[in-house]
């Protein structure tokens, strides 16, 4: 990459979706996950809690790993985008997986959430920690790599946007979400849907 490479304002976009599309699925998870498989799903609480600590604690070893193996990767598509291409589309469908009820019974659904939550983190490490080390491969010149992060700071906050208050309004509207709430939540999703 030459020093003073300006990169196209496309490529800055194209780049920039991937931190959308990262930011849409976590903050989705992290704001509603918990929520939607204890309410919707029927999960007790502890259950719930053991699905998220054990994928969470999965992911911090992977993520590690992920690191290693991305900067030791040599393929014809470069270090970084080989791992985007190979787990974009399961990246995508583990995540619908996520908001699935199986007809399974408590144990049944404990471990399907389980298993699709941490192949849902692996994956997620496999995407993730190439893209966010891709930047700085993308030009050398300092106001470029200025640029290009805003272009992804700015398509971060439109995902985290999105997925906060636009899970509740699918959910509320789309779906009868509302309807299935515990009265101490219709009260508070009242409020939200002003």
């Known amino acids: ?34 929520f939607f ?18 994928s969470r604690t999965i992911a911090a070893m992977t993520d590690l790993l992920m690191g290693i193996l991305s900067d030791r990767t040599s393929s014809r598509f470069g270090r970084r985008r080989i791992y985007l291409l190979v787990g974009a589309v399961p990246l995508g469908i583990l995540f619908l997986l996520l908001w699935v009820v199986p007809g399974f019974g408590q144990t049944g659904q404990f ?35 200025t640029s290009i992060s805003g272009f992804r700071m700015a398509f971060s906050f439109l995902g985290n946007l999105v ?22 939540i219709r009260s508070w999703a009242s409020f939200l849907a002003w």
């Open 1 to 34: 990459m030459k020093e003073g490479f300006v990169v196209p304002t496309r490529e800055k976009i194209a780049y920039a979706l991937g931190d959308l599309a990262n930011n849409l699925s976590m903050t989705a998870i992290g704001f509603y996950f918990l």
């Open 111 to 145: 471990i399907y959430y389980l298993a699709i939550m941490i192949l849902f983190n692996i994956t997620f490490s496999f995407v993730t920690i190439p893209y966010n080390s891709l930047m700085p491969e993308l030009s050398q010149n300092y106001d470029e790599r």
């Open 163 to 184: 997925a906060a208050a636009g899970v509740a309004v699918i959910v509320d509207n789309i779906f009868p979400g509302r309807q299935a709430y515990p009265p101490a």
């Open 37 to 54: 498989i204890v309410n919707v799903a029927g999960l007790s609480p502890v259950m719930a809690g053991v699905i998220y600590w054990v």
